[in-house]
Structures are given as C-alpha cells and as structure tokens.
C-alpha cells in the first residue's frame, strides 16, 4: 500500500502543471453539466451563437431572436480503462503506465473543477465499476484502484464492456475510453452511448505495434493469448505486409470513430501526452463545442 501511496503521490506531482494549464485553457467551457435550463428569449447582438436563434419568434417580429439558457452544473465524467493484457506492452513505457498517468491528468482536473468522477476497469467485460463522486480522497482512491488492480482476464472486448457502461449510465456524462482499441468492433454501443453522452477515445499505442524494425529472427507474443509466432524481420515483404495491415486497422478505427462523430486523442508510449490534450482542448474550443 505504501509503494501505491508514493507511486499516486508521484503521478500527482507529473501531471500538476498539466492539470493547472488544462484548466486555464477553459476545461469548464469544453465540458458542461447534463442540461441547461431555458432562461429568456432576447434580440439577437453581434457575435451570439447562431444556433442559438429561435426562427419561430424571428419570422414573427421579423427580426432575429435567440434562445438564453442557464447550464446546469453537475457534470459527471467518467473512464472506461482497458485493463487487458495488451496494456503490458511498451517499448519504452507500458502503454497501461502512459495510460494511468493519462487518464490521472483529466482526472485532476475534473476534480479542480468540482465534477463528479467515476471509473469503469475492464478486460473482455466490466472487471470493477466505482460510481461517481466528487472531491480529492475520491480521486485518490480511484488512481490508487488503477494502479493496483489485477485484472481476472487478459483479452479483450470492448462491445460488451460499452454495452455494460451504457445499461449503468444513465444521465447525460462525458465518457473518455481509454485503449488501443486494435482489432474491436464496437460500432453499435458507440452508437447508443453519443446519443446521450459526450465519448471521447483516447488512444495508447506504442511504436513498436506499428514498426517492426530489421532485427532478424525473433519471437512475438501475443500478450492476452499467449499465443507466440517466430518471425524474420529482415524480410522486406513481412515489414511491408504488416505495415499493410496496420494501416487498413488504422482506417477502420477512423472511419469509426469519424462515423459516430468520437473526438480522438492519440497518445503515443515515447512521447509526451501534453501537446496532443492542449491541441484536443484548442479543437473543441475552436469548434464552439460546450
């Protein structure tokens, strides 16, 4: 317990800056509550959202109105972590590790910002569930779950672990995913969750699942069958066969992601994750998403 307690204290200590810069960029308007209540119906001024123009009462006066609304502030935010074994992977760092610390980052904030924070663990189905709550011990205790948690299985299966979390979910949340996300199809449940909730992916890859270098013969593993095959990475058409099928990968996971309308953040293990969060948060802010 002690070595998680100093491993937490560590996490807190990397990301702070992080979490400070994040909040400054305008988190509260990236992220908002469940709903917003109706307020009044005003002329329309210079620089108000368009959409927010309510036709009916314009056609009427012949001049343009809008709609004001007052945002209900009870944001929950929760993660959905993928604890299969594929996590172990990592050429330099564990993608789980990258992940954690990741996933540690957005909670800090949401915490700063007062929202509750819920955590879902799961391999080829939900492992552990921790409700949502708000405050500083919470987030603690949910940090400290994903360090020392030890899964029951290795494999895993996304479709029926989102399937899980929208049954559970029921008011309106932002979901961050994180995973690799590699060969899963979960085209319905994302389906079902945007309907009701903000889903954002955030994708930890590793480099070395995407560039096999010439090293000669070698055995790979697959972490979450076991399963072990002897390759020669000096063999040209081997690298370029599964640079072929990573890429077709690649584009499936895009077109659906771009399908469902998922924002994506992608974090590689050898690289830092703070440019790809600031670029996410200037997209959104830029996008006028609230």
């Given amino acids: 317990m002690q070595e998680i307690l100093k491993q937490v204290k560590k996490i807190e200590i990397v990301t702070k800056q992080l979490v400070e810069g994040l909040i400054s960029s305008n988190y509260h308007s990236i992220f908002k509550g469940q709903g917003i209540e109706f307020s009044e119906i005003r ?3 210079p620089g108000d959202d368009v959409r927010a123009i309510d036709w009916k009462v314009t056609a009427r006066f012949n001049r343009p109105f809008i709609k004001e609304f007052i945002e209900e502030r009870d944001l929950s935010i929760y993660f959905v972590f993928d604890c ?36 879902f663990m799961f391999t080829d189905n939900v492992e552990k569930f921790i409700p949502a709550r708000k405050g500083r011990r919470h987030v603690l205790k949910l940090i400290s779950s994903l360090i020392s948690f030890k899964p029951n299985n290795k494999r895993t299966d996304i479709e029926r672990s989102l399937s899980y979390v929208s049954n559970v979910i029921k008011k309106r949340s932002t979901i961050f995913i994180i995973s690799d996300f590699y060969n899963q199809e979960f085209s319905k449940p994302i389906k079902i969750l945007k309907k009701r909730h903000d889903i954002i992916a955030l994708r930890v890859n590793d480099i070395r699942e995407t560039e096999i270098p010439d090293v000669g013969l070698i055995q790979l593993e697959d972490e979450e069958s ?12 081997f690298r370029e066969n599964y640079a072929k099928i990573i890429n077709q990968e690649e584009l499936r996971l895009s077109k659906l992601f771009n399908k469902h309308k998922v924002d994506t953040i992608k974090i590689n293990t050898d690289s830092s994750y703070e440019i790809p969060l600031k670029q996410f948060f200037k997209i959104r802010q830029s996008r006028g998403i609230r």
């Avoid at 564990?94 to 915490?111: Q, V």
């Fill in 43 to 45: 002329d329309y001024r």
């Fill in 226 to 237: 076991g399963e072990q095959i002897l390759v020669d990475t000096s063999d040209n058409l």
């Fill in 84 to 119: 299969s074994a594929s996590g172990n992977f990592g050429n330099l760092v564990e993608k789980r590790r990258k992940a954690i610390e990741l996933t540690a980052t957005l909670m800090f904030s949401a915490m700063k910002n007062n929202d509750n924070i819920g955590l």
